[in-house]
T-cell receptor, first 115, second 115 residues
């Protein structure tokens, strides 16, 4: 079974631009979560989608948004990029995310650099 | 909100020596705990998880962790370190959000293995 895939792997943008990152979950997984990883803040939860609906959201500004398609693929968008948005963005998928011990499988991440 | 504390951002051990990475959690309800490993330029890989079935949990690559409720700890150990164990390790607790569960991570511990 193929793992979680994320595209692109690397991105360089300038301040003020917007960016879209893509995530394809493991086949059969319907829950997709996004995390931001930075040296200063560590790993922080952004949001989680299930059946095309955002079920859960972390403490991030409205510039961060996402969506999920009917095939469970997910995208996240960051508008009006700031230098502090430079990070590794990780996508994780799970079967349905509704149980507390539900294992999440992570993709390799997208490294975003904002200049 | 639940939280996870990992003591020591960097740990160095000699090859063949015991590996001990510390994790303490705060939770008002029975926690579900995880250890993940991250190799450079890669995503997170699950090492093991505690789901209340047994207090001593065995994971992949010879790692194990013991859940101690009285100490609110879930330390990760491996009897004999190998060069390939050099990576960053994250402890996480599963936290209920609005309809799903998200992972709250510790800041991570970078393990170096000295030949």
């Amino acid at each position: 079974k193929a793992g979680v895939t994320q595209t692109p792997r690397y991105l360089i943008k300038t301040r003020g631009q917007q960016v879209t990152l893509s995530c394809s979950p493991i086949s059969g997984h319907r829950s997709v979560s996004w995390y931001q990883q930075t040296p200063g803040q560590g790993l922080q939860f952004l949001f989680e989608y299930f059946s095309e609906t955002q079920r859960n959201k972390g403490n991030f500004p409205g510039r961060f948004s996402g969506r999920q398609f009917s095939n469970s693929r997910s995208e996240m968008n960051v508008s009006t990029l700031e230098l502090g948005d430079s990070a590794l963005y990780l996508c994780a998928s799970s079967v349905d995310g509704s149980t507390s011990y539900n294992e999440q499988f992570f993709g390799p991440g997208t490294r975003l650099t904002v200049l | 909100a639940q939280s996870v504390t990992q003591l020591g951002s960097h740990v160095s051990v000699s090859e063949g020596a015991l590996v001990l990475l510390r994790c303490n959690y705060s939770s008002s309800v029975p926690p579900y705990l995880f250890w993940y490993v991250q190799y450079p330029n890669q995503g997170l890989q699950l090492l093991l998880k505690y789901t209340s079935a047994a207090t001593l949990v065995k994971g992949i690559n010879g790692f194990e962790a013991e859940f101690k409720k009285s100490e609110t700890s879930f330390h990760l150990t491996k009897p004999s370190a190998h060069m390939s164990d050099a990576a960053e390790y994250f402890c996480a607790v599963s936290e209920a959000g609005a309809g799903s569960y998200q992972l709250t991570f510790g800041k991570g511990t970078k393990l170096s293995v000295i030949p």
